[in-house]
């Protein structure tokens, strides 16, 4: 099946789309970079915003100050989450596991 063709004003609102969703995504990188917000905040904030949803786990833990790849890795190894997981994708129980584990460090 293939996929209608855009018109130029419907791929412009896509790509506009885009963008705001790539720069809220590095805002709240940089946010948790920083120490501005934390992951536990960040995972609320995934409800609302769709942007943030689609963030992959891994990403937002490497934003943390101290983690980087293979921290990371094994963190989400630890709590048992799989590596293409993205924030929205978290079950409830990986959500609290997450939140308690990065409470012990």
């Known amino acids: 099946m293939s996929l209608r063709p855009l018109s130029d004003s419907e791929r412009d609102a896509a790509r506009h789309k885009a963008t705001a969703a790539r720069a809220a995504r590095a805002t709240v990188k940089a946010e948790l970079k920083s120490g501005e917000t934390t992951v536990a905040d960040v995972i609320a904030r995934s409800a609302e915003n769709e942007a943030i949803g689609r963030l992959k786990v891994s990403d937002l833990l490497e934003s943390l100050p101290g983690v980087g790849k293979v921290r990371a890795t094994a963190i989400m190894e630890e709590v048992g989450i799989a590596p293409t997981r993205r924030v929205r994708g978290l079950g ?7 939140i308690a584990h990065l409470g012990e460090r």
């Open 92 to 98: 409830v129980h990986q959500r609290v596991a997450l």
